[in-house]
């Protein structure tokens, strides 16, 4: 195939979620060849495979990407199918003999990459893949005796003091090919289709690419990143970055987070530690998720398997968790601010995910999935890891024993109750002393809210019992959080 090739042959810049121009070692890798550079996204099987929300998201984050790509010189050419075949056809069309990409780090899509780099290469082609998705590769941390890191502290301390590369400067200036390829339309392609409430309620929510994801993470560095390890559980109140659902499709780097972490520490801003321990939880989620890649939808733990789950997802109280019904305030506030935002506060994610495991006692494939749907920061490897953390079968030290009450939860990081009352108008009426227990207070049921669907402390009572079918030596004491 390189006998056909131009002089001034273009590289292929397969875009995959690193919608950004700065801080992108795939793009400026091809852009310092000083020869035209061929945007391209392939909708493909792991795009499809996505949920209504992330898939949505996508969409926005490439109709700007494309934007910020028209702004250099360039523009994005959209293509559907299988990609090996897609890039094919491309090089055919351009003449093109390198193909650039920023890795990805899933099982599926690791095995669809390194056939595709084998491939290309037999025919001659430059197939690269780039870094630019995590601080540190997954198989770049070790322990000291070559293995992996299965708890998070020792892995925070492994990387801790690590010196990371500052950000690459933005791409300014493309050299477009001679004739772009024909692009299909992005439009046509609905990929918001199975979003239904989209355009109407969760857009706004939305800080849509590259511009609002700096501005975020500059004004956060700016000011809450002060008070972040003290308001991060506050889910009432502003207390976060925010950056997830940019860090999920590329709008920005972990780099970028990094360092203007790293330097609101040195400015001695108190939450700023707290805030990079954030982003390495993030690289410690890859990190398993690219040693043990079964993370994503089976128990970390085997021993897990043998657990009697409920697994019938056609159980009302599965439709009551879904649909924030099930007369547990603080529960309900979460999963409404789901449906409603497309995001979730952290804190609540492990309060409504420790119900739906400890109360509800269904399986934590289930609630995974339900969030791989919803979620608009959606990440696969921080999705699984979560669900697994809370469900005790994943690689945290006190497993099982730790049963959110969601009662207490929301007296203590709810106090006066105003994120139930912003998402569960049927308790506006009640005082904070109340609103956490309704069923307690003669007006608690007064503006239509359901009926609690279990009780708490029975539950929790169930789930250790559980726990007894397959542990065979003796249980340690229960954590109450």
Not at 358 to 368: A, F, I, P, R, T
Not at 448 to 469: F, M, T
Request: net charge neutral; proline share 6%.
């Amino acid at each position: 195939m390189r006998g056909n090739v131009q002089q001034n042959a273009p590289i292929i810049y397969w875009v995959r979620r690193d919608l950004r121009l700065s801080d992108n070692p795939a793009l400026r890798a091809a852009a310092e060849q000083g020869r035209p550079v061929l945007p391209v996204f392939i909708r493909d099987a792991a795009v499809d495979r996505l949920g209504a929300a992330p898939k949505w998201r996508l969409g926005l984050g490439l109709e700007q990407f494309d934007q910020a790509l028209q702004g250099v010189g360039s523009r994005l050419t959209f293509r559907s199918g299988a990609a090996l075949e897609t890039l094919h056809a491309l090089i055919k069309e351009s003449g093109a003999d390198a193909v650039f990409w920023a890795r990805e780090y899933d099982p599926k899509s690791v095995q669809r990459d390194s056939d595709i780099k084998g491939k290309l290469k037999d025919l001659g082609i430059n197939a690269s893949s780039f870094g630019g998705k995590l601080l540190h590769e997954p198989w770049s941390v070790e322990t000291k005796t070559g293995g992996y890191y299965k708890v998070y502290t020792p892995f925070w301390n492994a990387v801790k003091n690590r010196d990371i590369p500052a950000p690459l400067p933005g791409v300014v200036k493309l050299q477009a090919p001679a004739n772009f390829p024909p692009s299909e339309n992005l439009s046509g392609w609905s990929l918001g289709s199975g979003m239904q409430r989209g355009a109407a309620v969760v857009r706004p929510y939305v800080r849509l690419g590259e511009e609002a994801a700096q501005t975020r993470l500059a004004d956060f560095c700016q000011s809450d990143i002060a008070s972040y390890n003290r308001l991060r559980d506050v889910p009432a109140v502003l207390g976060t970055s925010g950056l997830s659902e940019n860090l999920a499709v590329g709008e920005i780097s972990p780099y970028q987070c990094w360092h203007a972490g790293l330097r609101a520490l040195q400015d001695g801003k108190e939450g700023a530690e707290t805030f990079l321990k954030e982003i390495v939880w993030r690289e410690f989620a890859y990190h398993l998720m690219h040693h043990t890649p079964h993370i994503l939808d089976q128990n970390w733990k085997p021993g897990w398997d043998r657990f009697p789950w409920n697994k019938d997802e056609q159980n009302p109280a599965v439709l009551a968790w879904k649909q924030g019904r099930t007369g547990m305030p603080f529960v309900d506030a979460a999963m409404r601010q789901l449906i409603v935002e497309g995001w979730m506060h952290n804190r609540t994610r492990m309060v409504v995910a420790s119900f739906l495991v400890k109360d509800l006692h269904l399986e934590w494939q289930l609630g995974e999935r339900f969030f791989a749907e919803h979620l608009t920061d959606y990440d696969p490897a921080s999705n699984a890891h979560g669900w697994q953390w809370t469900a005790g079968t994943g690689t945290d030290a006190s497993p099982y024993y730790r049963v959110f009450n969601p009662i207490e939860q929301g007296r203590r990081f709810d106090e006066n109750g105003d994120y139930i009352r912003k998402y569960v108008p049927e308790l506006v009426h009640l005082s904070a002393s109340e609103i956490h227990e309704p069923w307690l207070f003669l007006d608690g049921y007064s503006h239509g809210y359901p009926e609690r669907i279990v009780d708490h402390a029975v539950e929790r009572i169930e789930s250790l019992e559980r726990l007894k079918e397959i542990k065979a030596d003796k249980p340690e004491q229960p954590i109450q959080k």
